[in-house]
Structure formats: structure tokens, C-alpha cells
């Protein structure tokens, strides 16, 4: 196994929000990943996830980017700009200059990197208008940065498998867990690493929803998804304000 030990930082989609464990703290895709790693690698894989929901690309990388850098990892994730794509005062060109700068930094220390295209998750969201372009111009700027240093791109945006709401959770922004193993298969078939099959099996799309009842289903959501997010953004307060990463020093891989 070529690698050694796995840092994964950045924001929910990073950090597992909402794949839960049984005691309600969050798996995800990074640590499906670094177990399977783990499993090849032996008892002495180090493994560390610093990822925090809400929490925006400048925050990774003052907060995160320098302290999986300290541990010297050989592989490192690096996935931010989804909050801020939702903000009016986002600029995604001055995003992909500053990525630009990180992913170079990171590669200077010999470690590998992992990019990532978002998913197609506008197709379930308003605002498409604004977002959408917001979202083309860091997919195409990051697949330009994993191409000029090097780093190994899983283009989830190119995967239509992920236009099924099942891989989705009731919140339509965060994966599911069926979401989550789709998106860890594809990291380690980006790696070179056999993923469990089980993991790209694609669940049936639902029946269609009737028109009222999908209408229901829209207020419902924005009740209780949206309505709580711009009181947040009102607030100047961010989801993941008072939390800690899930998995802060790197060491070896344990399942809860």
C-alpha cells in the first residue's frame, strides 16, 4: 500500500453529515476511505479527519490546511467552497486562485491530494440561476488545479448516478448514506483501490411524488431546512460553530 496515513479536511460533506454512526456522530465517505486504506495498509495506518460542517474555504485552510500539514500525511483530501458558493458575496474566481495556492502548498510536502467536483446538487435546490454558475466555475477551476499539480480528481458532478434523490438526505444538500458509499467507491477507484461493490450499486429512483403532495413535501423543507439556515446566516452564526473535529490527531483507523 502506497500510503501510510490519510488527513481529510474541509466542511459537512468532508466531515460525514448525515451518514450516522449508531451513536449519532457522523462516517461519511473520508472514513469508509480510510478504513478500506487501513484494512490494506495494517495496524499502523494513520488516519485523522479535521473537517467541520458550516464551516467556510477561508476557515480550512487558516484552521485545518496548517494542521494536517504538521502531520506529514501522505495522502490528503481537500474538499471547501460549497458554504461559500451560497453566500451573495461569494467569488468563485477568487476561490479557485486561492485553491490554487493550497493545493500547491500541500503538494510541495510530497503529500498526494484528492480534489473533488461537486455533485450535481442544484438540481434539488433554488436559486440555480446564481448558484449554478457560481458551482460551473469551481468544478472547471478545480479540475484545472488537479491537472497542473498533479492531484487526483473524483469528478462526482460527472457522475449522473447522483440526479437520484435516494442518495440524498431529507435536507437535499447532504449526502445520504447510499451517498456516501458511492462517493467513497469513487475515491478509491480514483486511487487505484478496489472499493466494496456493494458500494456503486445504484438504488431504484422513487416513485414519482404527485404534485400536491411534492408541493407538501417543499414547505415541509423549507420549514424545517431552510428556514433554519437563513436564520443562521442572519445571525452571522454557522452550524458547526461550536464543534470540534470528529477525528483530530492522526492515528490509527478504529471503527465506531
Avoid at 97 to 111: H, K, L, P, S, Y
Avoid at 214 to 231: H, I, T
Wanted: glycine letters at 8%; a neutral charge; aromatic letters at 8%.
Amino acid at each position: 500500500m502506497r500510503w501510510r496515513s490519510f488527513v481529510a479536511v474541509g466542511d459537512s460533506f468532508t466531515e460525514g453529515l448525515d451518514d450516522a454512526y449508531p451513536d449519532g456522530s457522523f462516517r461519511g465517505w473520508a472514513d469508509l476511505v480510510a478504513a478500506t486504506l487501513a484494512a490494506s495498509a495494517g495496524p499502523d495506518f494513520g488516519y485523522a479527519n479535521l473537517a467541520i460542517r458550516g464551516r467556510l474555504f477561508d476557515n480550512v485552510v487558516a484552521e485545518q490546511v496548517p494542521a494536517a500539514l504538521d502531520m506529514r500525511p501522505d495522502l490528503v483530501s481537500f474538499a471547501a467552497g460549497g458554504n461559500d458558493v451560497l453566500r451573495r458575496s461569494c467569488d468563485p474566481y477568487a476561490l479557485v486562485e486561492r485553491a490554487d495556492q493550497v493545493i500547491r502548498e500541500i503538494r510541495a510536502t510530497g503529500a498526494d491530494v484528492l480534489l473533488f467536483r461537486f455533485a450535481n446538487v442544484m438540481a434539488r435546490l433554488p436559486g440555480q440561476r446564481i448558484l449554478g454558475p457560481r458551482v460551473a466555475v469551481l468544478n472547471q477551476g478545480i479540475g484545472e488545479i488537479a491537472e497542473r499539480h498533479d492531484a487526483t480528481l473524483v469528478d462526482l458532478y460527472a457522475d449522473d448516478v447522483f440526479l437520484n434523490p435516494v442518495l440524498w438526505s431529507p435536507d437535499r444538500l447532504h449526502l445520504s448514506a447510499a451517498g456516501h458509499r458511492r462517493v467513497a467507491a469513487r475515491v478509491l477507484t480514483a486511487l487505484g483501490v478496489s472499493p466494496d461493490e456493494g458500494w456503486l450499486v445504484v438504488p431504484p429512483h422513487p416513485a414519482p411524488t404527485p404534485w400536491l403532495a411534492a408541493r407538501g413535501a417543499d414547505l415541509r423543507w423549507l420549514r424545517q431546512y431552510l428556514a433554519p439556515w437563513v436564520r443562521r446566516r442572519l445571525t452571522g452564526r454557522s452550524s458547526g460553530d461550536t464543534l470540534l473535529a470528529k477525528r483530530p490527531l492522526l492515528e490509527p483507523y478504529v471503527d465506531r
